[in-house]
Each structure stands twice: as structure tokens, then as C-alpha cells.
């Protein structure tokens, strides 16, 4: 089917670009500051007994599960807009990829839908080229066409799959569209506030599929168009981005992510010269024109780009770093690149926007007004001197991604349970 033929038709001109336009991420125009608070009041615990807002006490890390887990077929639906590879363009690929790492490695058949480039050793069923981001008109039309047409492709193969499961990472609203037709259920992870036309399709699913939000505070953001989604927080693999407790002088500065308007580097980059701190910064450059306004004539001896790293490398330069900066100028929903810095043991000074106020506390990390440079580098200043021990510490009792896991896996048995016995009962009475 094609997208010219569907029978859904979206006004999909930036699915991540609406999302992520900082004009749309603050509130009357006014960028929004929030303070920290205990993030295990706030969902970041770990395992929980499914219900919105509970938790259980932190396990030990790295303990697996005592519950005896029976081999599942899992599909997995990416967005397209990128590989599911490294280098990782963002948090999303990134936790995608380690979903299904994970997944395939406690002994599950995991298909990964993705597009093209995407890892090969993930169960990967290739469905188009990445669609990237739109740049203006003509490219919003193409993808809009691209996506239309992958996801109907898409959840033609998962409707005759005979999966188990499908958990939803594709941010678009076909696959909830369409989730009827088949016949095993579907779990949704949101990964960003609510946005058109994906909110179409999560109304359309409202009443009869699971949520999980990533963040207490994005959870909050999307209580007015379903209830109380699931909390199953993001978690990061402790062994990749490994505990340094000696940074590497003479001391410096970090800012990992995508160099793009709604990340802040170039309020970055500024808040480190205020600190008088050199700043090392990386990530993919997903936008020219911010690139050569914003961020090239802000370049110089004190701020040096180190390219799109490796996983590895990334890891190596922000375990070395002495502090490391978070700039959203939106509502961040998680903030992996914050989790990673604190397992690394580098401490943070971010902008108190999102979930960063859940992930920080007093040990770890100084949160700044949101969008003020000044108060971005005086947290820089007093950052730099926590405890790095500290941060390693917070980061092992919220985001172990062998919990996350954990979660997803017993939210899918959960899930299977419920449909099972309503099978059973419709053969019944045939």
C-alpha cells in the first residue's frame, strides 16, 4: 500500500521537528525552571508493580530477575528517521538498540523494524533509507510520504508476524492506528511531549492500549490526552560509560548531543567561557544553518569540536571531563546524556528544564534558570567540585538499563497475561 493509497493520512510536516521546536517547549513564551526533586518519588526507582506511580526498592545492580522469564517473539517498531546504530544521532537510537540488545541476549526472538543502516544482529528488517529531518516544504511532503508508506509496510509484516508482543518506539501515529489488526498487544513508549499528529493516534488508543513514558515530568505532559501513562524510566548500560574517578587536567568541560537549536550548545559553549573553563563538545551536526549562525563563530581555542563519536570514545571523553554542561531550551523528557555523565562519574551543570530535575540531586549536579547563560556558568563553577564517587552512585541506583529491561520485560508478560484468558473465552464460546 502506498502512501498516495492509505487510508490514513497525516499532517506529518515535522513529527520530531514540531516536538522539538524550543517556541513550542516553553509555556505563554516564558521558559520554565524546575527545581530538583528526590527522583524516587518521581518513578526512577526500579521494578514496579506496573502500577502508574509505584515502585519497588532499588535492586542491586546488575542482580537479574528471580521471576523465570519464558522466551517471547517481540517486535519492535523504530522510528525511521535515523539508523538504529552507532554512532547514535540521539537518545532515542540509542535506547532502541540496547532494548533489542538486551532483549535478543535474555533469549527472546526480537524483529527490529527500522530503516535502512540500522545493526544487522538486532533481527533488523530494513523498510526504507532513513527519512531524516525536514529542512522545509518539499522535504516535510517527502517524508511525510516515506513514513506514511514504511509504516503501512510495516505493520502489514507485524499483523502476520505471529508475534507476541509489539513494543511501539516509532512516534507516529499509523502504527497506533492500526494496532487493532492485530492480534497480539501493543505497549507504546513515549519519548517526547505530546506533539500532532502522533497525539491522533495515542487518543485513538486511549482507551485500550499501555503507555509508558519515559519521565515523571513527561508523563505530567501527557496526562491531558490519556490517562496516567505507565513511568518506566530510561535506563543506561553502567559497563559501557565506566566509573573514572580521575578526570583528565588541565580541567575542562563537556557537552554531548545533537547540535541543533533545542539542545543549547551554543548556550553551552558561552556558559563555559563564563566559567572560565575550556569546553570540549560532540554529537552530530543535524543542522547547517544553526551550525554556521550559532556555533561555528563561537569557535576558538577555548572550545574545540571533537566530531560524532563512537560509543566507546564518548564514553572515554565524558568520564574524563572535570563537569559536564546540559543546555535543553526544551522540556527535556529524559536526558540520557545526563545519566551517562553521572556513570562516568562527571558532575553536572544543566538548565532545570524536564526530567533533568529528576535525574540530579545536591550530590551530583547545580541546575540553572532555564536559558540564562550566567546562572549556567556560576552552576558550572560549583559543579565542578562535587564528589564524582557521588555521581556514580546516583547514576547505579536509577538507570540501570538491566532494570529498564527488567520493566519492559515483565510489562510485556503482563500484557500477554491479560490477552491470553480474553482469547480463551472468545474460543469458548464459538
Known sequence: MTAATSKHSFDTSTLFERSLDPGLRTLGGVPQSRPMVDGTRRGWSAPPSLLPG??????????????ATVPLKIAIIAHLKFPIAQPFPGGLEMHTH????????????????????SQADLGLVPVCPPTGSAFDAISSERIDRLEAEAYETIMDAVALGGFDIVHNNSLHPLPLLRANEIKAPMVTALHTPPFEPFVQGVRARAHDMTFAAVSESLAEEWCDV??????IG???DLDAFAFNPAPKDPPHAIWTGRLVPEKGPHLAIDAARAAGLPLLFAGPRADAAYWDSMIAPRLGPDVTYLGHLSHAELARRVGEAHVTLCSPRWEEPFGLVVAESLACGTPVAAFGRGAVPDILDASCGVLAK?????????????AIGLERHACRRRAEHLFDATVMTDRYEALYHEKIHLVAPAAHRVLDEA
Open 54 to 67: 509505584k515502585s519497588t526498592a532499588v535492586p542491586s545492580r546488575h542482580t537479574p530477575s528471580n521471576r
Open 98 to 117: 540496547f532494548l533489542a540488545s538486551a532483549l535478543r541476549a535474555r533469549g527472546h526472538a526480537v524483529t527490529l523494524y527500522a530503516s535502512e543502516g
Open 226 to 231: 490519556i490517562p496516567r501513562p505507565l513511568l
Open 234 to 236: 530510561n535506563g543506561i
Open 370 to 382: 532555564a536559558d540564562d547563560v550566567a546562572d549556567l556558568g556560576r552552576a558550572v563553577s560549583q
